[in-house]
């Protein structure tokens, strides 16, 4: 007995680690590159300084002899990064952008001068220059301001290349409430993967987007019928119509981040042939705010 607990206690914490592993390669984001003089000379020792604009979460680093840094696992958002090196201006790019599961390069290039002296850098870097997948990021703004007929995100995903999805048929659409059965490249609306903040989501059962019951985004209990053959009780429930038969849809107006890759994508998205979607939803920062909204809509 007791060989048996501490086998299933070794067993647990190694599936904990593993998914804690999974999770921060989907939830977020790291931002690397290198750091030169005017002469385009790598700089070592130059302190790296990453600071989040909305939680004053700050992190700081050093450029190796090569002038190369590398910062893992930060929370998505908009971030300030500072390089500072004695006998040099001071570089700041202010408007850099991190997604999850992406890394955004950012290089500079140093000027001879004193650290008092700072140079500010307004711009976003939009090339991915770290790895090869193909697929498409939406931001909060994009999100909020793309009309959905159905209400949920399955139609964003619409915005990627390679990606179409059925017909719109109102607020049921293809018996899901609104969801989408979405086709990447080709493949089949089973061969799509979904993960929300870390946590693959995907419909246990038929794989698609849509519940496959008619106005229903989830289906929790559709009732059992039995019967007596020949001295024997048999239930005529499906496997269709069991708990799980879902997709988890938060509304547009909770998601902070939705990336769909499409082709090209790497290990922790293996398993699945069509796209990879994932969504991200917000969290808090050191501002008070909040919203409400109404949402209304038939089957019609």
Known sequence: MFRLVRFAVIAALISFLFVSNCNAQQTLGSINGTVTDSSGAALGKVSVKIKNAATNLEVNAETKDDGSYQVSALPIGKYAVTFSHDGFNQLVNSEILVQGGLTTTVNGAL???TVSSTVTVTGTPLLNSTDTTIGYTLGTQLIENTPLGTGSFTQLALLSP???ADFLTGSGTNAGLGNQNIF???QRDTSNSFIINGVQ???LFNGKSSSGVGDNRAVLNTGENF?????EVQTSTSVYSAIGQALPTPPAETLDEIRVNTAM???SEGGY???HITTLTKSGSNDCHGSAYEYFQTSG
Not at 227 to 231: E, F, I, K, P, R
């Open 201 to 203: 989501a995907n419909n």
């Open 227 to 231: 019967s007596s053959v020949g001295g």
């Open 162 to 164: 390679g990606v179409n």
């Open 111 to 113: 000027a001879v001068g």
């Open 265 to 267: 994508s790497d290990a």
């Open 273 to 275: 042939s069509g796209a």
């Open 184 to 186: 990447a490249n080709g």
